[in-house]
Nanobody, 126 residues
């Protein structure tokens, strides 16, 4: 069992930066690939980024490539998302998720995602 708790969201001006964290409980954190998703009001949840259990492989949505960086610290059971040059369209609730492989985060039904966090709000003002 893995419990995920996001933090680090908030209100930021366009062009600013935020770093989201996702703290995982349990001793099996490094057995899972991890991902970030976001959901804006009135829109479906969308994939943002994912990272393999070792951290050696990362994957990004085209919309955030070069702007966001995903990383993890397995010693601290923590996942991160560094978000730079934020835009109003980045406003959303951001969720972290755990799954066995990076590939599960890119499947439409997301049936391979084992655990979800409760989300943290990111609001970017113009």
């Amino acid at each position: 069992q893995v419990q995920l708790v996001e933090s680090g969201g908030g209100l930021v001006q366009a062009g600013g930066s935020l770093r989201l964290s996702c703290a995982a409980s349990g001793r099996t954190f490094n057995n899972y690939a991890m991902g970030w998703f976001r959901q804006a009001p009135g829109k479906e949840r969308e994939f943002v980024a994912a990272i393999s259990w070792s951290g050696s492989i990362t994957s990004y949505a085209d919309s955030v490539k070069g702007q966001f960086t995903i990383s993890r610290d397995n010693a601290k059971n923590t996942l991160y998302l560094q978000m730079n040059s934020l835009k109003p369209e980045d406003t959303a609730v951001y969720y972290c998720a755990a799954g066995k492989f990076i590939a599960v985060f890119r499947t439409p039904a997301l049936t391979g995602v084992n655990y979800w966090g409760q989300g943290t709000q990111v609001t970017v003002s113009s």
